[in-house]
């Protein structure tokens, strides 16, 4: 099941992003699929926890393909899921070894890998993806404000997440 939500959140946040348009608050802009990728980080570690740090390098491969394809089935340019591609492949690697190395309970584990992941995920998207030096849909005067709107969105999802493993799932 873990395995699923994992997967299955990648895809969604893939769909949401492509069918509805950015939230544009305070200056920061948000993919709507960015709620989604923030969850998937806490899945993540999920799978990480039941299956071991090897296995879900296998997933995470797994969900790199999955998530490639159905950015690319969804429209995507090839640059879109290039960046993608990197930054999902350098986001999940981080947030597993941080949260391999990383002491505490697996709550505090969950939160801090998560903002990590979230936090190099949003700004290398943004900036291989989406600033000048990929497919141009922002500009530079705007790449701060794109970048700290996922930060932000992303970081929530992993403190909401945070308190519900708190509350429901014991420390393993």
Partial sequence: MRILLYIVGIII???VTASFAPVVAWG?????GTFF???TFIFRDLVQQ???????YLIIILALILSALSSWVLGDTLWIVFASAISFVFSETFDTEVFTRLKGSFQKKVLVSGIVGGTI???LFVVVGL???????????ALVYAILGQ??????????GYLIIKRFITNK
Avoid: C, E, H
Wanted: proline share 7%; hydrophobic share 50%; charged share 10%.
């Fill in 13 to 15: 946040a893939n769909v």
């Fill in 28 to 32: 920061f802009i948000v993919p709507m």
């Fill in 37 to 39: 990728i923030g969850a």
């Fill in 50 to 56: 039941k299956f071991g740090r090897k296995n879900t």
């Fill in 121 to 123: 995920d949003s700004a």
């Fill in 131 to 141: 600033s000048p030096l990929g497919a141009g849909f922002i500009p530079w005067n």
């Fill in 151 to 160: 930060v932000v969105v992303k970081t929530l999802m992993q403190f909401i």
